[in-house]
């Protein structure tokens, strides 16, 4: 085992991780029949590439106020909270519209409600997007290429933005890591170069966000909140950010949850 190429112990590492959610440098030393300190620039590396976050004595794949996390981890977050979201931006959607879906899981729950609104065209640099709408029905499909990013399952950097500049859309739908002091941070210089690629090439930009965003941080200034036209948060936003983006001038939609289904009364049920 100690044998093995470096490629290959970190792809084991990365796997270990992300499957576990949390592993110990000993114990990762013991299975891969390495040393501790060459564990340790292991997760150095691994961290760099946003795979996974390093704490005390171990990694983890689960994302924090400081770490975007890997997108598995990211998908299985604040789920009701990106549905209503998806919910609230769909009628935005108009048949015959060119948009422009970004990397983020927030966005890729609208994804999934697009088809009832073909024909459209659709643009994004997110695997699962392209995944998702493969073969729809009345979806024209555009993915961008350039450099790709696994742990985001994306493609990024100056060749995704060379693209992007030969495009022209109706609407942007996109998220963000963190927003702080009025401004969207993200993780990456990769990641904030295609995003502001994307902003310049469609015409109306919205931004989905769900109320976790306003107490995390990034490390990369995007925009401010109000050089999108719109911004559509869950119901679970508090009063203070609220009044915040008010306050700045930004247009705001609060998606409420889905109604619970009403159960039939006592006795009402079908015979047998």
């Not at 789920?79 to 919910?87: G, L, N, S």
């Not at 422009?100 to 890729?108: E, F, K, N, P, R």
């Not at 941070?185 to 965003?213: G, P």
């Not at 609220?242 to 015979?271: I, K, Y």
Request: aromatic share 6%.
């Amino acid at each position: 085992m100690s044998g093995r190429k470096p490629r290959e112990r970190r792809e084991r590492i990365k796997v270990r991780v992300v499957d576990r959610g949390f592993v110990r440098i000993e114990q990762l030393a013991d299975e891969l029949g390495v040393t501790a300190m060459t564990i340790r620039r292991d997760l150095d590396y691994l961290q760099d590439r946003g795979w996974l976050r390093k704490v005390r004595g171990g990694a983890t794949a689960q994302p924090s106020t400081a770490f975007h996390g890997d997108v598995r981890h990211r998908a299985r977050a604040m789920t009701a909270a990106k549905e209503a979201i998806a919910r609230a931006a769909l009628p935005l959607v108009k048949p015959g519209q060119a948009v422009v879906i970004d990397d983020s899981t927030t966005a890729l729950a609208l994804t999934r409600l697009l088809a009832r609104h073909a024909p459209l065209t659709v643009i994004t640099n997110f695997g699962p997007v392209t995944q998702t709408l493969a073969g729809s029905p009345g979806i024209e499909l555009i993915s961008l290429g350039g450099t790709y990013y696994p742990a985001y399952d994306a493609f990024l950097g100056l060749r995704t933005v060379d693209a992007v500049t030969s495009l022209s859309a109706d609407t942007l739908f996109a998220s963000t890591t963190a927003i702080t002091r009025g401004h969207c941070y993200h993780q990456s210089q990769e990641t904030v170069a295609v995003k502001r690629a994307l902003m310049d090439a469609c015409a109306r930009k919205i931004l989905l966000v769900d109320h976790t965003k306003f107490r995390r941080r990034g490390l990369y200034q995007l925009a401010p909140v109000t050089a999108f036209d719109l911004v559509i948060v869950d119901s679970g936003i508090p009063a203070f950010d609220l009044d915040a983006l008010q306050a700045d001038g930004v247009e705001v939609l609060v998606a409420r949850p889905e109604p619970p289904r009403a159960q039939p009364p006592p006795g009402t049920g079908p015979r047998r």
